[in-house]
């Protein structure tokens, strides 16, 4: 199977967003995201649902450590955190949440490829994590094996809905 026939489709990740919708509007609960790597496909994918107003608070794309203040005033992230890894990804669910005053926060930070990053990480590497109402997080790391941008894109954001959804239980 090459990459490409593994990679989810943007419907792939609509069904998934369909089911988190209906999860978010029965409880009335609200979602903010914060994503990096994937682009804006977590936000797309939810957004996608009819009636997305009910549950969506809005996105950002975290791309580059200068867009960290849409999310972050100076000084609000440790010094010694770095990008695509796991506390970074929690702080960025985190962020997303607070900064949007939402139940629940969702982030993705990782390398698409290429080429792997500035820190050392290889392309498809990537964390996504979920901020709970409760104010836990959850996070989870996802590892492609492959360098093939829109296919790690594709895959990151499917893990990033998939763990929203888990989470929702």
Request: charged fraction near 20%; avoid cysteine; proline fraction near 5%.
């Amino acid at each position: 199977m090459t990459s490409s026939e593994a990679t989810p489709v943007f419907a792939d990740l609509a069904a998934t967003a369909n089911a988190i919708a209906g999860a978010l509007t029965t409880r009335s609960e609200l979602v903010g995201i914060a994503e990096s790597s994937t682009g804006g496909l977590i936000s797309a994918a939810l957004l996608s649902v009819p009636g997305a107003s009910s549950y969506f608070l809005g996105g950002s794309i975290i791309y580059t450590g200068r867009a960290r203040g849409l999310l972050f005033e100076r000084g609000e992230l440790p010094d010694d955190l770095r990008g695509a890894t796991e506390p970074y990804a929690e702080h960025l669910a985190l962020g997303a949440q607070a900064k949007l005053r939402s139940d629940w926060g969702v982030s993705e930070t990782g390398a698409a490829g290429p080429t792997g990053n500035p820190y050392g990480d290889p392309p498809g590497h990537s964390w996504v994590a979920v901020a709970r109402p409760d104010g836990s997080t959850v996070a989870r790391n996802v590892l492609t094996g492959d360098d093939d941008r829109a296919a790690n894109m594709f895959r990151f954001a499917a893990a990033g809905l998939d763990l929203l959804l888990e989470q929702l239980g």
